[in-house]
């Protein structure tokens, strides 16, 4: 089946940019969603296909999709962007399965 | 506002069943594509059962096939999920999660969930 594979940390600074990478088999090709889970919550979606968002999400999130590397990226990092982010992808020709998750990354804001 | 509520987790023994449901208000039910998606404690989140908007195609994945069953009845915005044959594996979070949709045609994506329900299978 298909394998995302994402950095289990990355840590940044208020004010800063984080980035975070996910890895998959020519996910350029296919469209990659993100959410973001703070801790005791459920996910919330921030980013969909590659780069939109969703109503209410703020700017400072976006993303990018080339390759096998898709990233999303935030911008001017507050306290409150700290949680876990993952990345998300459909296979819409297998049915093995069809969603298929990132392993994590968790995001620390120094 | 869309709103989905999840009930019927609880401790259960290994081999033992549980019927999860999941409440939707806000929006079409009938016209949206439905998911349950689960996360062991301190793990991450692993989809688990896809059912179209009219019921009539349905995926699992292979951890759950054969022992897990997916519905839904429209009548009642309600969507469900039979577990049977329950091991220490299983022990999660489950969440019921709206596909997005446009047209008619789902996304691949995961719009909004419900706050989850916790299942524990152990002895």
């Known amino acids: 089946s298909y394998v995302l594979t994402q950095p289990p940390s990355v840590s940044v600074a208020p004010g800063q940019t984080a980035r975070i990478t996910c890895g998959g088999n020519?996910?350029?090709?296919?469209?990659v969603h993100w959410y973001q889970q703070k801790p005791g919550q459920a996910p919330v979606l921030v980013v969909y296909?590659?780069?939109d968002r969703p109503s209410g999400i703020p700017e400072r999130f976006s993303g990018s999709n080339s390759g096998n590397t898709a990233t999303l990226t935030i911008s001017r990092v507050e306290a409150g962007d700290e949680a876990d982010y993952y990345c998300q992808v459909w296979d819409s020709s297998s049915d093995h399965p069809p969603y298929v998750f990132g392993t994590g990354t968790k995001v620390t804001v120094l | 506002e869309v709103q989905l509520v999840e009930s019927g987790g609880g401790l259960v023994q290994p081999g033992g069943s549980l019927r999860l449901s999941c409440a939707a208000s806000?929006?079409?039910?009938?016209?949206?594509?439905m998911n349950w998606v689960r996360q062991a404690p301190g793990k991450g989140l692993e989809w688990v059962s896809y059912i179209s908007s009219s019921g009539s195609t349905i995926y699992y994945a292979d951890s759950v096939k054969g022992r897990f069953t997916i519905s839904r009845d429209n009548a009642k915005n309600s969507l469900y999920l039979q577990m049977n044959s329950l091991r220490a594996e299983d022990t999660a979070v489950y969440y019921c999660?709206?596909?997005?949709?446009?047209?008619?045609?789902?996304?691949?994506?995961?719009?909004?969930w419900g706050q989850g329900t916790l299942v524990t299978v152990s002895s």
């Open positions: 296909d590659d780069s």
């Open positions: 020519n996910i350029g090709s296919k469209s």
């Open positions: 999660a709206r596909e997005g949709n446009r047209d008619g045609y789902n996304l691949g994506y995961f719009d909004y």
């Open positions: 806000g929006f079409t039910f009938s016209s949206y594509e």
